[in-house]
């Protein structure tokens, strides 16, 4: 059977970025990537995924997804990344520019049931991550819902210190145990949460990548005076010792009747 041209991407089976983020941030992933391999690798994530992730994973998405066509650069393919790593990398840029969202991680604050008598537990952090162009029915919990989206959700793991991903959905899940900081970056047009319910120091909009600022508004730095412009105090050794106040005195008063001269 010849399928048409039109409707061939419906066979396709990839995932792509969600597009809330810059084009550029996702061209430079992959290097990025790259120097942080060669440096010993991310500082605030865990690339080691949980077990209960992979179990959503499964249940939620096709397997055997190639990568984003920005990981399809020849030369790739021997870093063996994977959709995990990516997503990694995505929230360790996250915590590179919010340390205040790490230190919020590592808090036990209520539940997501606060009606609940529930413990007090380390909040999740979920953003909106990459798409899928081959939904599957999901088998999981009972949502039966197709789903596009893939929204990893990362937790403080204390044994490392690092952020691990925890598990994924269709946008961000509710979970009665735990309360979730849903992230939405400064560049994106949708609407975003209010976390200062769960703390009040998290945004509601965040940064993946440091902000640049535009050259027309980027502060020139200030140059030194030349000395020849700053006023001198005048030098009065020449004079002999008696008549040097006097000399001084002459003066201040010479300079207030310039000024009354010019106020009047």
Request: net charge negative.
């Amino acid at each position: 059977m010849v399928v048409p041209f039109e409707q061939a991407w419906l066979l396709l089976k990839a995932y792509d970025f969600y597009g809330d983020l810059t084009p550029d941030y996702y061209k430079t992933l992959p290097d990025r990537m790259i120097r942080l391999i060669e440096e010993g690798g991310m500082e605030h994530v865990s690339v080691r995924p949980t077990q209960h992730y992979l179990d959503r994973k499964r249940h939620r998405y096709h397997p055997d997804q190639d990568l984003p066509h920005q990981f399809q650069r020849r030369g790739l393919g021997q870093y063996g990344f994977t959709i995990e790593a990516i997503m990694a990398m995505m929230a360790n840029d996250l915590i590179e520019n919010h340390p205040e969202l790490k230190e919020v991680l590592s808090q036990k604050l209520p539940p997501g049931d606060q009606n609940s008598d529930l413990p007090h537990s380390q909040p999740s952090v979920a953003f909106n991550a990459l798409t899928t162009d081959m939904p599957k029915v999901d088998s999981s919990e009972k949502q039966m819902g197709l789903g596009t989206v893939m929204t990893p959700h990362f937790i403080m793991d204390k044994k490392t210190g690092k952020l691990a991903l925890a598990t994924v959905g269709h946008r961000p899940l509710t979970d009665r145990r735990r309360q979730t900081i849903k992230v939405t970056p400064t560049t994106s047009l949708e609407s975003a949460y209010d976390n200062t319910d769960i703390h009040e120091s998290l945004p509601e909009r965040f940064d993946f990548l440091e902000r640049q600022v535009p050259a027309e508004m980027q502060q020139e730095p200030e140059q030194a005076v030349p000395q020849s412009l700053i006023p001198q105090e005048k030098d009065y050794s020449h004079l002999p010792e008696a008549f040097r106040e006097m000399a001084r005195a002459r003066d201040e008063a010479n300079k207030m009747l310039k000024a009354l001269e010019t106020l009047m």
